[in-house]
């Protein structure tokens, strides 16, 4: 049987549970199970606020949008990103007319803070750190960098939900946290994201940007007294951003079993790490920052001849992927083409194996056995 690089795991009669109290109190969309999810998601977490959207990518506009209008930055400004990432981190800087300065990654596939800091200059107005497939890399430093440059911070957390470092939600020091709840990361639904702004006025403005900038969504007004319920004020020009009560219910089940789910994946990585043992001459699993208790999103290889490596797993029926290639070589990001040699260099070597809970040993031992094998 094949080996998909993601296959989700729902639990199907809680969702269905869920899904049918939403169904049968008539209430599908903004409002009831998102607002339970927002509160669960803060009491998980220890962050102090927490708004459910329809995606990461719009978390992640919403965080540039909400910081570049309160602090009044301009068109032109800068903000340091990393060229190995899903282009969604950033395409968000771009929506709001800013410049993405590419900065090159470490060997956690982070942010390099030794580059972070000759990247930046008067026009910088903040740092977009990616966790990468869980992993914490350097963020403290970031957090330093950040804090003695007086510039403002995101942590693109589209793959850290139940990531901790050193037994705590890592990112408490930055100013907005966006985390992706899509099809096939660990804590699925079928599209949904949060953002987790650190001041309790962007978490309110964010609320407002993402209902089309009208200032009482339809549950606050249903759910509230008086004759003129109906009657909204239209602040701003805003979006259409918010999540649904469907895919909240599924979030709100998934989330009782993501510390289960991740402490799994753990499990996984170390049966990689134990078959590539002996074997770091031609396979290097890239490592795990220390202190990080990472979600595992993705166990990632580095290997010399990559795309024919993942011809070869292919003929097994194996399907690995690629996480990412360098965004500096699409047509839009090209202005930075040979800024970031680190990130050049290693996106042509890495290979992203199946990582998920519906593999056992068994089939870990073959795709690690294929593996091996492939290269030799």
Known sequence: MAIQLFVPTFHVEECLSEIRECLEKGWTGLGFKTVEFEKAWCEYTGLPHAHFLNSATVGLHLAVKILKQTYGWQDGDEVISTPLTFVSTNHAIMYENLHVTFADVDKYLCLDP?????KINSKTRAIVFVGIGGNTGQWEKIVEIAQAHNLKLILDAAHMAGTRLHGETPGKEADAIVYSFQAVKNLPTADSGMICFREAEHDALARKLCWLGINKDTYARTAGKGAYKWKYDVESVGFKYHGNSIMAAIGLVELRYLDQMNAYRRQLAAWYDAGFKGYEDIIRPIPVAPGCESSRHLYIIEVDKRDELLMALNDY???????????????????AQGLCSNAHYISKR?????????????KLKNIVKSTISSIY
């Open 114 to 118: 030794e580059d972070v800091l000759q």
């Open 350 to 362: 890495i290979i992203s194996l199946p990582m998920h809970t519906k593999i056992d040993y068994i």
């Open 317 to 335: 029926e194996i399907y690995p992927g690629v996480h990412y290639g360098d965004n500096t070589e699409y047509r839009m990001y090209s202005y």
